[in-house]
């Protein structure tokens, strides 16, 4: 009775391994909306799955990636990974603008669940880059 859904669920990662992707792992917490958006893609509605099966790709590469780049235990204060909200304060960055370097790459950060994090490090070398381009 269960299997269905389990092996439609490994041949979902299985192809999403082929592409270059992690897996998506859909969290037990998420199963009502894992149902509800498999009847609305049987119903020929695709976003919505879409969506939710992006989202969890997200996290399970915001997982690794965090692994990828564990911080120390006794890092220096500059190299503490902080929330966003808390490495922009005493800068002229914003959270947003921060998330948004984030996201593209920009700045040095990781993201665990919904949170990115940085260091404080990784803004001053931004902002020294920022510099250099300015002066050039």
Do not use: C
């Amino acid at each position: 009775m269960d299997g269905n859904g389990r092996t439609a669920r490994l041949v979902l990662n299985l192809l999403l391994f082929q592409h270059g992707f992690p897996s998506a792992v859909i969290l037990h917490a998420n199963r009502r909306q894992y149902y509800r958006v498999l009847a609305q893609a049987d119903a020929g509605k695709l976003a919505p799955l879409a969506n939710l099966v992006g989202r969890a790709v997200d996290q399970s590469l915001g997982l690794s990636l965090g692994a990828a780049v564990a911080q120390p235990a006794r890092a220096a204060r500059s190299e503490q990974w902080l929330p966003l909200a808390q490495a922009a304060q005493g800068t002229p960055h914003s959270q947003g603008y921060l998330s948004l370097l984030a996201w593209r790459g920009r700045i040095e950060a990781t993201k665990r669940g919904r949170v990115w994090y940085t260091t404080q490090r990784a803004v001053e070398a931004y902002r020294r880059s920022v510099e250099k381009q300015k002066n050039t």
